[in-house]
């Protein structure tokens, strides 16, 4: 198994009903970065980690940059979702 990383810009709507995670905000080329340019979209990747039963494997997750409506007070923070191997 290898380490996947997928850009999610078009079918937000559908996503996002399946989901439960509103669309936000994410950098085209990475994930990690929260500078110019962003767009409205989801990362969806695929990586070896601690899954929510709290056991080492690999799991697909879904996320996104969430901004406040007041950035001077709060930070911007991610939103994730661990996703069924069926559903991803």
Do not use: C, K
């Amino acid at each position: 198994m290898e380490r996947q990383r997928h850009l999610l810009t078009t079918h937000l709507d559908a996503i996002e009903q399946l989901t439960g995670l509103e669309p936000g905000q994410v950098h085209p080329q990475d994930p990690a970065l929260l500078r110019e340019p962003m767009q409205h979209g989801y990362w969806l990747t695929y990586d070896y980690g601690l899954t929510q039963s709290n056991t080492l494997g690999w799991t697909w997750v879904l996320e996104t940059v969430r901004y406040p409506a007041d950035p001077r007070r709060f930070q911007a923070w991610t939103s994730r979702r661990e996703l069924s191997p069926e559903l991803a």
